[in-house]
């Protein structure tokens, strides 16, 4: 049986989301945790992958086990408790046998959280930025990003794909308080994203907030499709995978799981 897994960590001590041969991965990390609790060789598919230092407040993984629906319950009560404080288990979900974390996604949403004063307690998680940057500027250069675009300007070089066109449905800067009074975010949603993406249009919108590129100007970057005209890629502290959406019908119903595994045993 085939279940999602919505996962939460703190990507600093991370080399990223893939496993590796050597250093410390999100994937390596559940692979060898749920291997060591079950005693089987236990292999895991992403929604994504995050960089070095990126975090995520819900990825999606998606694994093949065959237990039943109580026995899956106590697995997920165990698991919470073995994983380290660094990754949580926030839901499982019973789905269909060939749905697939990755291909069957719809959208996936990024955050990118910035700060306007220095914090010691948000370092990790906002990317300080000047206090006299133009929001209202980036915004309006966001606003080229919305709708089917060649994301070639954006994208880390040389990258494998087969397209490098992405819908862009959502992309903006809010005034947001989840660090404190002094922080912005950036939302972006669309169905797919090329690697580096997200941090190259982040640091380019920092161009334009500065000033030293005019938001007309950003909108033509895509159409150049030439990377060395994109600014530098945003620090990895601040970008969160904050979401990964699904249609319902890779669902399974909780009758046919046996159980609600949306709400795995209290703890």
């Not at 994301?151 to 494998?160: D, E, G, I, R, V």
């Not at 994203?193 to 190259?200: A, H, S």
């Not at 046996?258 to 045993?265: A, C, F, K, S, Y």
Request: glycine share 8%; proline share 4%.
């Amino acid at each position: 049986m085939r279940y999602f897994l919505y996962i939460a960590y703190d990507g600093t001590d991370f080399l990223g989301w893939q496993s590796q041969p050597e250093g410390r991965t999100v994937q390596g990390e559940l692979e060898q945790r749920l291997s060591t609790m079950l005693r089987l060789p236990i292999s895991i598919t992403g929604a994504g992958r995050t960089d070095t230092g990126v975090h995520a407040s819900r990825m999606v993984c998606h694994l093949d086990l065959d237990l039943s629906g109580r026995e899956m319950g106590e697995m997920v009560y165990r698991l919470r408790r073995f994983l380290p404080p660094d990754i949580a288990l926030l839901e499982v979900r019973r789905v269909t046998a060939d749905a697939h974390a990755r291909f069957d996604a719809t959208s996936r949403r990024y955050g990118y959280h910035v700060r306007t004063t220095a914090s010691p307690f948000t370092r990790k998680y906002c990317t300080p930025v000047p206090e006299s940057l133009d929001f209202e500027a980036m915004n309006q250069a966001a606003t080229y990003l919305i709708g089917e675009h060649d994301f070639t300007t954006f994208s880390k070089k040389h990258s494998q794909v087969r397209t490098h066109n992405c819908i862009v449905t959502e992309a903006k800067w809010e005034r947001d308080r989840s660090f404190g009074e002094c922080c912005y975010t950036f939302h972006i949603t669309a169905n797919r994203f090329l690697r580096n993406m997200v941090r190259g249009i982040v640091g380019t919108l920092f161009e334009v907030g500065r000033g030293k590129m005019d938001p007309s100007a950003f909108g033509d970057l895509l159409s150049a499709r030439d990377r060395s005209l994109c600014g530098s890629s945003a620090p990895s502290e601040g970008l969160f995978l904050e979401e990964v959406t699904y249609p319902e019908t890779i669902f399974a119903s909780e009758a046919e799981s046996g159980t609600p595994l949306r709400d795995t045993p209290k703890e």
